[in-house]
């Protein structure tokens, strides 16, 4: 199995910056896509950012130019670089991946961290 913990959340004022980070555990797995979605309060979940295992990445485009996604292949980590927040980037941030095993691939998500962002 894999799992997935995120990192990094918090409250911030507007203009400010947070880094989240998101570490896999398990064994015997490769991870290919990872990615940041968000579910703003009453809303749905959305993507954010996503990195592909070579390094290739997309972004809303709310949040192009504000925010860069990272990974470290050797680690199992995704990070996500925030900055010049808005009050609008308020929700809880869940690290997601495609992973793969000896008996096929699947999804994992993490329990998600909570971004507030004050105006």
């Known amino acids: 199995q894999v799992q997935l913990v995120e990192s990094g959340g918090g409250l911030v004022q507007a203009g400010g910056s947070l880094r989240l980070s998101c570490a896999a555990s398990?064994?015997?797995?490769?991870?290919?896509?990872m990615g940041w979605y968000r579910q703003p309060p009453g809303k749905q979940r959305e993507l954010v950012a996503e990195?592909?295992?070579?390094?290739?990445?997309d972004y809303a485009d709310s949040v192009k130019e504000r925010f860069t996604i990272s990974r470290d292949n050797a680690k199992n980590t995704v990070d996500l670089q925030m900055n010049s927040l808005k009050p609008e980037d308020t929700a809880v941030y869940y690290c997601?991946?495609?992973?793969?095993?000896?008996?096929?691939?699947?999804?994992?998500w993490g329990q998600g961290t909570l971004v507030t962002v004050s105006s």
């Open positions: 997601n991946a495609d992973a793969s095993t000896w008996d096929g691939g699947f999804e994992v």
């Open positions: 398990g064994s015997n797995f490769k991870l290919n896509a």
């Open positions: 990195i592909t295992s070579s390094g290739r990445t």
